[in-house]
């Protein structure tokens, strides 16, 4: 028995190598060749690819140079010209060339569409080249050009043609003129105060019959004649009280009938101030409503302000207290000056402007 069984074991092991049997070996061989197959098919597959995608794009730019040789051969003239101006053989770089002329043609036509002829535009050109040259910055230049247009604006009467460089020149002189130069460059204030005669009723805006007259008869043509002589335009009325307050009123109706007395469609009598910058406000309205029917003064601005019991005769701040009766601070005063231009040039900073000494006068 035991010999039988050596012997059987024995042909068992006949035919392995490494353990495996020749089936097994075969099979493994046969799955390493597949996973080197595969590897190479896939380096092959990945080549393949890349020259279609080469391949592709070499299609492409010959489609395009297709086009560009057929547009050139659609015009024996303007291949010419396009070799001529280019200098290019390469198809390619033609190509660019007449996108770029493309190009520019479409700028044009916008500029043209702008309202700007191709001739203005080299003249513009040469202009800022020009400016360039001389050491002048062409933004520097805009903003002068717009300064002065501002200027002509601001000076040029209706119906009359610009001023001339030399009256602007003299009206900047004028300006600039402090009070140590010669005359006085302001134009005065025009004072009416109870002291000289022109009063109002008595916590009212009611006009005494006096006062009345010397606003319609005399005043209009004294407001022109320095609105003339100093080239101003706005006219400030300035309603000024001495400290006594008003008696005790329950209501104020100014923000309701001021607009109407201004349009002379209520009196000035109906008007109810409750304090004193409420009567400084209606007194100059008063004056407002008369001057504005006056003939001479159509066409200028005439506002109505209200200063209160805040400012005295010396033009300071009555801060420290003066509650009597004084007729001298109970007064209208008529101040004149030009109106702001709305124009974007007046953002710009002015010079420092030097204010004028007070030079009050009375009318009679």
């Not at 028995?1 to 074991?9: A, D, E, Y």
Request: hydrophobic share 40%; with cysteine; aromatic share 4%.
């Amino acid at each position: 028995m035991n010999g039988q069984i050596l012997q059987q074991r024995s042909s068992y092991r006949q035919g392995l190598v490494l353990g495996l049997t020749m089936a097994e070996i075969m099979i493994l061989l046969v799955f390493c060749l597949l996973i080197a197959m595969a590897t190479f098919l896939k380096r092959e597959e990945t080549k393949r690819v890349a020259a279609e995608q080469e391949l592709q794009q070499q299609k492409q730019q010959n489609e395009r140079n297709r086009g560009v040789v057929a547009e050139l051969r659609k015009n024996a003239d303007l291949a010419e010209k396009l070799l001529s101006q280019s200098g290019l053989s390469d198809p390619q770089a033609i190509d660019q060339y007449w996108r770029e002329l493309v190009d520019s043609r479409a700028a044009v036509t916008d500029i043209e569409k702008s309202g700007v002829s191709l001739n203005q535009l080299r003249e513009g050109m040469a202009t800022v080249a020009t400016l360039r040259s001389n050491g002048i910055d062409v933004d520097t230049a805009i903003r002068n050009a717009q300064i002065v247009a501002a200027i002509n604006r601001a000076m040029t009467k209706p119906g009359q043609p610009e001023p001339s460089t030399q009256a602007i020149l003299d009206t900047l002189a004028r300006g600039s003129a402090g009070p140590g130069s010669g005359a006085n460059q302001w134009p005065p204030i025009i004072r009416m105060s109870e002291a000289d005669g022109y009063f109002f009723k008595s916590g009212s805006a009611e006009l005494s019959a006096a006062f009345h007259d010397t606003l319609v008869s005399k005043t209009p043509a004294e407001i022109l004649t320095y609105i003339k002589k100093y080239d101003v335009d706005v006219v400030e009325v300035v309603g000024h009280t001495d400290e006594r307050p008003i008696g005790l009123r329950q209501y104020s109706n100014l923000d309701r009938d001021l607009p109407s007395v201004l349009n002379s469609t209520a009196s000035v009598g109906s008007l109810i101030p409750v304090d004193n910058a409420g009567l400084g406000l209606a007194r100059a309205v008063a004056v407002v409503s008369v001057l504005r029917q006056s003939p001479l003064l159509a066409g200028y601005k005439l506002i109505p302000m209200s200063a209160a019991q805040l400012v005295n005769i010396d033009e300071t701040l009555s801060i420290s207290g003066s509650p009597g009766d004084i007729q001298q601070r109970r007064r209208i005063e008529i101040r004149l000056r030009k109106s702001v231009p709305s124009d974007p040039t007046a953002s710009i900073n002015p010079a420092p402007a030097v204010l004028p000494p007070p030079s009050l006068f009375h009318t009679y």
